[in-house]
Structures are given as structure tokens and as C-alpha cells.
């Protein structure tokens, strides 16, 4: 049909206003302004809109395939050196599914080329990585907390030194592991993974994140290469960790943009030193929520230093500069000198430097304090408990910890390898951080005595061994294998102290000097101490233990090994308890008037551990059992698999009423973290909020059902714990190891005096 004829209807309808139009009039006669009018004003808007529309979509899809690195003044200043042919004009050229982008190579550098053989500045194509990154968003990558580890490498050596790792922790299957190839060689992935012997049995996602032309490319466009691809592989799989090799064999390029990066996104870098791949296996066992933390857990080292102790303390200070740190943030350093500082250690503190110098640690500040304290006459145990504690505070309930060292021992090359993961796995990890609330520290000492210093004592078997615990007790400690078990006791030669708990141990020890408001001018009670050469503030953290089914994990090795040793041959009691003057007053020293210190007799020297690496030493190849599965023994040495369930609540009881100035009725308070307040009434006015716990309700029966039914439940139950112990006596247990007599609840003095054994005291253990 002509144009004219769609455009004006031939309605003879429309009269007079159409009487101009004949229809059929084509040709010559035709209006000419209708035959160049072109097509409707509607039909242009739609076209110019979908062109607008294919050309935002064009942009946005470049813009996404592009690094969110704009180049910076240096990359722009740099010399233009005959890029190829289909190089286009932006920074990044994108991503695709080759390694290399289409295109002859670069040409030749100029003759004032700074490096002939690394000479490109182009435009940067990362065209290998989209296939694998697009593939990570189906196992969870999209999401901000996740289980990706990410392995960065640029140089084969150190692919070579980190793929063992990578694939031995693949195989625990804790995590999803990535390795990232970001170097400049070119050959293929397949090629790499057969010269390092890797099979499809691995388990780790592989990752080409190499840029095109990657062997001419320049220092700096392989800095922004990384860059690029770190972006990628952010948006796409949100590593918690990235783990790279610092062992001397890494391109800086790669070290430098992934420090840069990562600390733009408040995540870990985990900087593998020489001999990773055999003294750091370790660290493939942990799950992505401990190795988060591996920057997060700051580990603080308190040495009290007592007077005339200088061989005992530059033996320990030595020990501690000779230990591997593993490229990990040193602790820092608290050293308490005594009031009369002896000539030695003047001349040793004077030329001690902390952190080692040796140890490459790349964040380095001020780890080291030294105290002194003013010069006093005495000091009351109080006094020295109040001091002990205020030498350290916490800054984060969660983040800081710290180690307290006796000035008489000597640590493992191994220690803080050993400390660092087993904080790691029962702090940190989705399963060690819930199971391990009843958890106040990790010790380092291997015990051979009981909390009185005399009896001896023998670590429980694992578990899994109780086929054959007949047999191994009567068996020398020396040939069990290693094994790890919880004992409600503290220690105070080498053990790492919980922040949480320390903070709480701080409550407690404030609410227990503080005097009951009946008997201001009183001096609050001293709990008992079973071994006068301990210091006065191990009992005070004794009584809390027990009053809250608190213990410490320790640690049994095979042969005779241990992380610490404990030098007794030069051993110096604590300040508030000194010498005495008496020889035979002593148990459990000697006394030789020639020399101003006590020969101990406590336990012999246990020799320090030799093994090349802590996974040779460790129960089960480094697999750390869980909280569940570890042998658990209270105060006296006694198994107790239910110590929370059946010995706490009768000894929280025990303290409330003994120490705490509560009634035997008066219900507690309600028990808030980092508190100790509902163990104590006494200080009731002192807090504004405070909550009481409810008492549990007791069933009301009527007395015709009563006397229809028979007695009630409870009175049921009286009848039967009357009948089987007569006299409201408790029944005990005696224990063949220690020949003491361990009550189930509370122990009558009648019952102590009964102790088979005469040369112990059960007090000295059990209260």
C-alpha cells in the first residue's frame, strides 16, 4: 500500500476536512511532503532507546570484567613500548577462558628499556581465571563467611614448597582449598601440577590467575595483575585466608600486592617460613575459624623474677630467644625484677633485645616491658596474689591470653608451635570454642606430683586404651604414648591462661580479699596450701577451679619428653613465702647452710623435647582430640568423666557458705561473663543489678492424693540416700594412687582424721 494511503484514512466520513485527498492520487500529483516524511516519530525513539539500551549493557558487562585497580601515576608515566596489535585502551582487557590473549607477543623492547626481558606495560587480561572462579560460587563463595582457603604462588619453587600442604589439608576436608597461580611462567596447569606429582586424588581447586603476555610483563604490571586478580577472586569466593610462601623463593611482586590487599580487607596473611612444609604441617589440621584468628590471638609471656635468681632466669630468657616464632607475631614480654637486682642479671637485661632479631616477624613494634619493684621489707600473700594478677589485663576477652613462666624453667625450641595450635584448635575452631568453656588454660609441664607435692602422679590413659589400663598403671609413665587429659589443677611453672578466665580470676581474687561487711577489721581467710613452695595466688585460683568444674589441659609425651623443664636444683620459694630457717620444717627441700637457696626434691628434670616437628611428638599425627573424648580428673588426681554434672554443684555450694557469706538457703545470684559475683553474697549492696536466680519450684501435692498414693517423690529419694548413708554421713572413695579419701561432696573432719595414709593429709588436696 502507498504511503500516503496508511497514513490518511479515505474515510469519506471525515468531510470537509479531507476534501483536498483524492484517493489513488499517486506520482507526480502526489503531496511530496509524504514521500520524504520517512518512517513514524515513534519508530526512531524505539530504535535510538534500544541502541542507548545495547550500549549500556556493553559498558556494564566491561566494567565487571575489569579489576576495580584504576593504574596509578607510575604505571601511567611509564614509557609506551609497541604493544600489540588488539590491545585496547583500558587498563584491564578482562578475563575469558585462555591463559593467553588473542594476538601476536609484544615487540622487542627499546634499547632504554630498564629490564630486557620484562618489558610490557599493557593493558592487563586475566583470561584464565573466569571458568574457575565462576565454578567456586556453586560451593558457597558468594557468601561472606565461608570455608575457602586460598593458596597464593608466583614462582614454581614456591608452588613446589606449598602444594604438600595444600593437598594434605584438602585431605582433612576441614576446608575448601584453593591454589592460585599468579607468576609469569607459561606453561600450562596440568604440566605443573605432574612435575609436583599431583594427582586428581588432591582435592583442591586450581586457579589461573596469570595475566597475558605474563613472561615480557613488567615488576609493576605483575604487582597490578595480582591486584586484579585478587579482586576476582574476592567477588567470587571470599577467602577467609590467603597463605603464601616467605621462605625467600616468592616473587615480591606477589608478596607485596597480597599484604596490600588483604590488609584493605581486614583479613589474614599467613607467611609460610623456611621448612613449612615439615615444621608447619600443623596448620592444614585447623579450620578456617582458627586460622582467621592467627593474627587475632595475641599471646602475652609474664615472668616474676625472684631475688638471686640470675642463673635460673638467663637460662629461661635464653630459651626463649632460641625458640621458633615461625614468622608469627612474637608475644610480648613482661619481666617483674625483684626489689634488689643482683649484678648478672643488671649486665643481661642491659644487652637484651625482645623480639629476636633472628625471628622475620613482619609486624614488629615494642613487645618488652621491664618492671621493678620498690624495695619493701615483707610481703603478706595477699599482697603478692594482688601483685601477681595486676601484671596483666587483658584488652580483649577473646584476643588476649597469657603465658606464665616460672624464672626456674626451660622451654622447647617447639613451645610456642605447640602453643599456638593448641590455643587455635580449643579457642578458636567451630567445634573447640563451644566445648571448651570449662577450659581455663593449656599447660606446658608434664606433672610428676600431686597438688601437695609429695604423692606422685601418673596421667590417665586415653580413652580409647582402657582395655588396657590394668596393665599400664602398674607400667612406668615412660612407656605410655602420648596423650593429652584434663586436670583440675593449676599450674604455675609454663601455662597459657585464658583471657576470659583471667579476667574472671581477677573478679574473684578482688571479691575474695574484700572483708565481710560484719568484720571489717578482719583479715580475709587464707585458703589452704597444701605445698608451701607454691605461690600464695595458685590456691586462690585452686578455689575458683573448683568452685566452677574449671580445668587445664596438659599434655603427656612419650619417652620422657616435655615442652618445659623445671630446674629444682637452683630453685627459690616466693617472696611471701621465704626460706626457712629450720631444715627439718621442710618436706620437700633441703637445706645446705654453704648457699642461700633450697636444693628441691620435688620431681626430677624431664628433658627437652628433640623431635624434629610437633606433629612427630603429638598423640595421633597431630589430630588433636575433641574436649568430649579427653580424659577429665578432679583436684585430687581422681577420674571424673562427670565433673561438671556431679562434683561442681556441691563444691560451688561449699564456697558460697565457706568464703562467700551466703546462707545455706539464700538462693545465688545470677552469674554474668568475665564475673564471679554469684559466688559471693557478701557484697550484695555493692551492685545495683542484682538479679537473683530463681529457686526451682517444688511440686505441691495434695495431702488426700498423698495419702491415697503413698509418699511423694522427694520424700522417696530422702529415705533412700538416709538409708544408704546412715548418720548424714558421705560415702568416699579411697584412692590407691594417693591413699586419700575423696568425698563425693563435703568431708567431715572425722572423716579426714580416718585417712589411711598418715604421711599425707587429704586436706592438703582436697581443700
Not at 623474677?305 to 630468657?317: D, V
Not at 628433640?610 to 580424659?631: M, R, V
Request: hydrophobic share 35%.
Amino acid at each position: 500500500m502507498p504511503l500516503a494511503r496508511r497514513i490518511v484514512p479515505s474515510d469519506e466520513e471525515f468531510g470537509k476536512r479531507d476534501d483536498d485527498y483524492r484517493p489513488g492520487s499517486t506520482g507526480f500529483f502526489a503531496s511530496p511532503w509524504l514521500t520524504i516524511r520517512g518512517p513514524p516519530r515513534w519508530g526512531r525513539n524505539k530504535l535510538l532507546f534500544g541502541i542507548l539500551m545495547l550500549s549500556f549493557l556493553y559498558l556494564l558487562y566491561t566494567r565487571t570484567a575489569s579489576a576495580a585497580y584504576p593504574p596509578s601515576s607510575s604505571f601511567e608515566n611509564a614509557p609506551s613500548l609497541s604493544p600489540p596489535s588488539d590491545e585496547g585502551t583500558s587498563y584491564f582487557r578482562g578475563w575469558g577462558s585462555s591463559s593467553t590473549a588473542p594476538g601476536r607477543p609484544p615487540a622487542h623492547a627499546p634499547d632504554d628499556a630498564v629490564d630486557a626481558q620484562h618489558y610490557y606495560n599493557g593493558p592487563i587480561g586475566l583470561y584464565g581465571l573466569a571458568g574457575s572462579a565462576h565454578a567456586v560460587v556453586s560451593q558457597g563463595g558468594q557468601w561472606e563467611v565461608n570455608r575457602n582457603v586460598l593458596f597464593a604462588a608466583a614462582s614454581l619453587k614456591s608452588a613446589a614448597i606449598m602444594i604438600p600442604m595444600a593437598c594434605e589439608m584438602a585431605r582433612w576436608r576441614r576446608n575448601l582449598v584453593h591454589f592460585a597461580f599468579m607468576g609469569r611462567e607459561d606453561l600450562p596447569i596440568t604440566a605443573i601440577l605432574d612435575v609436583n606429582g599431583v594427582g586428581k586424588e588432591c582435592g583442591v581447586t586450581w586457579h589461573d590467575a596469570r595475566p597475558d603476555f605474563a613472561p615480557y610483563s613488567s615488576e609493576l604490571r605483575m604487582r597490578f595483575s595480582v591486584l586484579g586478580a585478587l579482586n576476582h577472586i574476592q567477588d567470587f569466593m571470599h577467602p577467609q585466608v590467603v597463605i603464601v610462601d616467605d621462605s625467600g623463593q616468592e616473587a615480591d611482586f606477589l608478596l607485596q600486592a597480597v599484604r596490600d590487599r588483604m590488609r584493605e580487607l581486614s583479613k589474614p596473611v599467613i607467611h609460610l617460613p623456611p621448612g613449612a612444609p615439615q615444621n608447619l604441617m600443623w596448620i592444614t589440621r585447623l579450620d578456617t575459624n582458627a586460622l582467621k584468628a592467627w593474627d587475632h590471638a595475641n599471646i602475652d609471656i609474664v615472668i616474676h623474677a625472684p631475688p638471686k635468681s640470675a642463673g635460673t632466669l638467663i637460662k629461661l630468657l635464653n630459651s626463649l630467644q632460641a625458640a621458633d616464632y615461625f614468622y608469627s607475631i612474637p608475644p610480648r614480654l613482661t619481666i617483674e625484677l625483684p626489689a634488689e637486682i643482683d649484678a648478672p642479671t643488671q649486665r643481661y637485661i642491659e644487652n637484651f633485645h625482645w623480639p629476636p632479631s633472628s625471628q622475620d616477624c613482619h609486624q614488629r613494634s615494642d613487645h618488652f616491658t621491664l618492671r621493678h619493684r620498690i624495695p619493701h621489707k615483707s610481703i603478706t600473700p595477699e599482697e603478692a596474689s594482688m601483685r601477681f594478677l595486676e601484671s596483666f589485663y587483658p584488652s580483649h576477652p577473646t584476643a588476649a591470653h597469657v603465658l606464665v613462666l616460672s624464672p626456674n624453667t626451660e622451654l622447647s625450641p617447639l613451645f610456642y608451635h605447640y602453643v599456638k595450635y593448641t590455643l587455635l584448635e580449643y579457642k578458636y575452631t567451630t567445634y573447640g570454642a563451644a566445648a571448651s568453656a570449662d577450659v581455663i588454660g593449656i599447660s606446658l609441664e608434664v606433672p610428676l606430683k600431686h597438688l601437695n607435692g609429695s604423692t606422685s602422679f601418673h596421667p590417665p590413659l586415653p580413652r580409647s586404651s582402657k582395655a588396657d589400663s590394668s596393665a599400664a598403671d602398674s607400667a612406668s609413665s615412660s612407656q605410655r604414648r602420648s596423650s593429652l587429659y584434663l586436670w583440675q589443677a593449676p599450674n604455675p611453672s609454663a601455662t597459657l591462661y585464658f583471657g576470659d578466665k583471667w579476667m574472671e580470676f581477677h573478679d574473684f581474687l578482688g571479691r575474695r580479699l574484700r572483708s565481710p561487711p560484719d568484720q571489717k577489721d578482719a583479715s580475709p581467710p587464707l585458703p589452704h596450701v597444701p605445698d608451701s613452695s607454691q605461690p600464695t595466688w595458685l590456691w586462690y585460683l585452686l578455689e575458683l577451679m573448683r568452685a566452677r568444674g574449671y580445668s587445664v589441659l596438659y599434655p603427656f609425651f612419650d619417652h620422657g619428653l616435655s615442652l618445659v623443664t623445671v630446674h629444682n636444683e637452683l630453685h627459690h620459694p616466693p617472696e611471701e613465702r621465704p626460706a626457712p630457717s629450720d631444715p627439718s620444717s621442710s618436706d620437700s627441700y633441703t637445706f645446705d647452710e654453704s648457699k642461700d637457696y633450697l636444693i628441691s626434691s620435688l620431681a626430677p628434670e624431664r628433658d627437652l623435647t628433640s623431635g624434629p616437628t610437633l606433629l612427630s611428638i603429638l598423640p595421633n599425627a597431630g589430630d588433636l582430640p575433641e574436649i568430649d573424648s579427653i580424659p577429665r580428673l578432679a583436684h585430687d588426681g581422681s577420674v571424673a568423666p562427670s565433673l561438671l554434672k556431679d562434683v561442681t554443684p556441691g563444691e560451688t555450694k561449699a564456697f558460697r557458705q565457706q568464703h562467700g557469706g551466703c546462707a545455706e538457703d539464700q538462693q545465688p545470684r545470677k552469674r554474668k561473663p568475665l564475673q564471679a559475683r554469684d559466688l559471693f553474697c557478701s557484697d550484695l549492696d555493692d551492685d545495683d543489678d542484682d538479679e537473683i536466680e530463681p529457686a526451682p519450684e517444688k511440686i505441691k501435692y495434695d495431702e488426700e492424693v498423698a495419702l491415697n498414693e503413698g509418699p511423694s517423690p522427694e520424700d522417696s529419694e530422702d529415705a533412700e540416700i538416709l538409708a544408704e548413708r546412715p548418720g548424714e554421713l558421705v560415702q568416699s572413695n579411697d584412692d590407691p594412687d594417693t591413699g586419700l579419701t575423696v568425698p563425693s561432696t563435703s568431708t567431715s573432719t572425722s572423716e579426714v582424721n580416718s585417712n589411711p595414709n598418715p604421711n599425707i593429709n587429704a586436706m592438703e588436696v582436697l581443700n
